[in-house]
Antibody, heavy 123, light 106 residues
Framework: EVRLVQSGAEVKKPGESLKISCEGS????????VAWVRQMPGKGLEWMGI????????RYSPSFQGQITISVDKSINTAYLEWSGLKASDTAIYYC????????????????WGQGTMVTVSS | DIRMTQSPSTLSASAGDRVTITCRAS??????LAWYQQKSGRAPRLLVH???SLKPGVPSRFSGSGSGTEFTLTISSLQPDDFATYYC?????????FGQGTKLEI
């Protein structure tokens, strides 16, 4: 069974840094893109970026480029999403999800999702 | 980025109704289009990929169609469990994008 398990909820102050994680299991983690998706309170889904675990190839949405860092440690089947200076507007649920296409040359649909990590940024 | 526009934003319907949600892309995405269902407080769930391929385990009352820039998700006979928010997503490029969502309510 494919599973993506995310780290727990976080409460941070503006300006603080944060790294959340997403551990994959039940499949060959290295050969499927992992995506990060934001959902602000009461709003829709926003594509943030993706990482290919085998070679750490990373692509960012223009809306998030420079604001976040996506990384991966394939030795422990874990992808990460990181901020160096959080803002109140980063308050949201963050989901990781697996692209269903085997290989790096294109994307597939997001067929398996993590449970989400709630990040609250407040002074 | 490719812009995805769903209509309607909200849809009121009753159990047993047939409903259709439309998704338009600002440029050709071929058939690289997925539909997701999201219930309150839950992660999204993939329903349809490649515009018209139902994910195994998804009830057959769901169907997707279209290619290029215009796509539809149809639910043939609404069940109480179907009241949720639905999103389309294009993945024709590495900068994928979602529609704004359609809330299906009773």
């Amino acid at each position: 069974e494919v599973r993506l398990v995310q780290s727990g909820a976080e409460v941070k102050k503006p300006g603080e840094s944060l790294k959340i994680s997403c551990e994959g299991s039940g499949y060959t983690f290295t050969n499927f893109w992992v995506a990060w998706v934001r959902q602000m309170p009461g709003k829709g889904l926003e594509w943030m970026g993706i990482v290919y675990p085998d070679d750490s190839d990373t692509r960012y949405s223009p809306s998030f480029q420079g604001q976040i860092t996506i990384s991966v440690d394939k030795s422990i089947n874990t992808a990460y999403l990181e901020w160096s200076g959080l803002k109140a507007s980063d308050t949201a649920i963050y989901y990781c999800a697996r692209s269903d296409f085997w290989g790096s040359y294109r994307l597939g649909a997001l067929d398996n999702w993590g449970q989400g990590t709630m990040v609250t940024v407040s002074s | 980025d490719i812009r995805m526009t769903q209509s309607p934003s909200t849809l009121s319907a009753s159990a047993g109704d047939r409903v259709t949600i439309t998704c338009r892309a600002s440029q050709n995405v071929n058939n690289n289009l997925a539909w997701y269902q999201q219930k309150s407080g839950r992660a999204p769930r993939l329903l349809v990929h490649k515009a018209s391929s139902l994910k195994p385990g998804v009830p057959s009352r769901f169907s997707g169609s279209g290619s290029g820039t215009e796509f539809t998700l149809t639910i043939s006979s609404l069940q109480p469990d179907d009241f949720a928010t639905y999103y389309c997503q294009q993945y024709n490029s590495f900068s994928a994008t979602f529609g704004q969502g359609t809330k299906l309510e009773i």
